[in-house]
């Protein structure tokens, strides 16, 4: 996962330092880039909804959302990985997780995935699996 591609999809604050931003992206691993990736999207379909839901622009609000750099810093973007948002179809848990039946779209997607490196979906006593939100956003986006 680039810089870039991550900060393309961040709603940039007016003046946000884009270097500051550069530095903190920087010290994450791999897989935090990955996850990071995943919470600015969905931070970003939040920030279309919370506006729409206040009756203005998105970019009217942009004054109110932090700089990506210390978005990341402050560790925001692991909580933005469990905003519910509208547009999921099935909204998260407050710890971010997400109980599908097997036969949801989600559902089948991760287990795709997961067939990929040989791991396999585990179905809990309600008959449902439990997977991580940013896993379901990942399957989705390789779907």
């Given amino acids: 996962m680039s810089f870039e591609e991550a900060y393309d999809?961040?709603?940039?604050?007016?003046?946000?330092?884009?270097?500051?931003a550069r530095r903190e992206f920087d010290r994450l691993s791999e897989d935090e880039k990955l996850r990071l990736y995943t919470a600015?999207?969905?931070?970003?379909?939040?920030?279309?909804?919370?506006?729409?839901?206040?009756?203005v622009s998105p970019e009217s609000q942009l004054q109110f959302r932090?700089?990506?750099g210390k978005w990341i810093r402050t560790a925001a973007w692991v909580e933005a990985l469990h905003i519910p948002?509208?547009?999921?179809?099935?909204?998260?848990?407050?710890?971010?997780l997400?109980?599908?039946?097997?036969?949801?779209?989600?559902?089948?997607?991760?287990?795709r995935l997961?067939?990929?490196?040989?791991?396999?979906?585990?179905?809990?006593?309600?008959g449902n699996?439990?997977?991580?939100?940013?896993?379901i956003e990942q399957a989705r986006a390789q779907a």
């Fill in 9 to 20: 999809v961040f709603p940039q604050r007016p003046g946000a330092n884009r270097t500051e």
């Fill in 40 to 55: 600015a999207l969905r931070f970003a379909q939040w920030h279309i909804e919370d506006a729409a839901a206040r009756n």
């Fill in 66 to 68: 932090p700089g990506m």
């Fill in 85 to 96: 948002l509208k547009s999921d179809p099935v909204p998260p848990l407050a710890n971010g």
């Fill in 98 to 111: 997400v109980v599908v039946p097997p036969d949801h779209p989600d559902f089948q997607a991760v287990a």
């Fill in 114 to 126: 997961r067939a990929k490196t040989g791991g396999k979906v585990v179905i809990g006593k309600s």
């Fill in 129 to 135: 699996g439990t997977f991580r939100i940013e896993e």
